[in-house]
């Protein structure tokens, strides 16, 4: 059975507003998280940057989310080169280190409205390194509060959404800055993935707000209650590389019945002749779907 997303940190509203899980960490905390070899450099060779929760690769360094976040938003930047300490990296790496994590503040701020960063390094086991090996650096978004007592008296920290929907969101300002988009794509399902939003031939496009998340752009366009959509996950490219080229595209699961543009409609995927879209869009509906479905 398919499993909808978790409301984003802002919208404290929502159906799930309860949800306390984050199944995700049990297989770090049970000790279970182990792979063969390095981690970072295990991701950084492999082309599937969506499972490797990769948003950015630069010239020496990549950017990847957390997959045991202390906070939603919790990115990492990850030099190139296997080297644990900072003498060993070039000023060159150095310098595009420094220039992601103000692009990095930047965008999560605008995502997320966070209200704050925790950003940093643990270099070596001593220092709390769970990677000691190959250095990384750490940015952690922080609201006011945000420290209440689940993680104080618990040990346990509450995140609100999934992490396919914040890799989504975060990659989506990331493709936006490096294609030039103006517009993006929403691709939108059902609970069930059984049906697709689509227009006379197309996919929706919708302009962007150079002041508004990508995701929210379209949320706002797609549905007149915010409740309506919630972010599912990445729709775009597998390789985050294709992002200088194309426009960000955003998967959202509709929880009601989309009161918005009347132009736009749900049609069955079982039942509709996908054949009048355009290629691209599609390949959008065809590896979104899939995507979704393993979550």
Partial sequence: MHRRPSPDPVDRSGPFRSRLWTPWRMTYVSGKAREAGCVFCN????????????????????????????????????????????????????????DLTAALTTALRRI???????????????????????????????????????????????????????????????????????????????????????????????????????????????????EDLQVAGWAGSEESDADTTNAPAVAFIATSVLSGDPAFRMVPLDHHDLSTLRERDRQLITLTRERLGRL
């Avoid at 360094?61 to 938003?73: C, H, M």
């Avoid at 000691?132 to 750490?138: K, M, V």
């Avoid at 989504?168 to 697709?196: Q, W």
Wanted: aromatic content about 6%.
């Fill in 112 to 226: 997320l409205d966070c209200d704050g960063f925790n950003v940093g390094m643990n270099i070596g086991g001593a220092a709390g390194a769970g990677i000691a090996e190959h250095l990384h650096q750490h940015i952690v978004p922080r609201w006011n509060g945000d420290a209440n007592f689940m993680p104080i008296v618990g040990s346990t920290k509450v995140l609100p959404e999934t992490l396919p929907a914040t890799y989504a969101r975060i990659r989506a300002e990331f493709c936006r800055e490096r294609s030039g988009a103006t517009a993006a794509t929403g691709v939108v399902f059902d609970p069930s993935l059984s049906t697709v939003l689509i227009g006379e031939d197309a996919l929706p496009v919708i302009p962007l707000d150079p002041d508004i998340p990508v995701w929210r752009s379209l949320r706002q366009s797609l549905g007149q209650r915010t």
């Fill in 43 to 98: 991701r950084r060779l492999s082309s599937r940057d969506v499972d490797s929760l990769i948003v950015y690769r630069g010239a020496s360094t990549f950017v990847l989310l957390n997959l045991y976040p202390y906070n939603t938003g919790h990115v990492m930047i990850v030099p190139n080169p296997h080297v644990a300490d900072l003498a060993a990296i070039e000023p060159a790496t150095l310098a595009e280190m420094a």
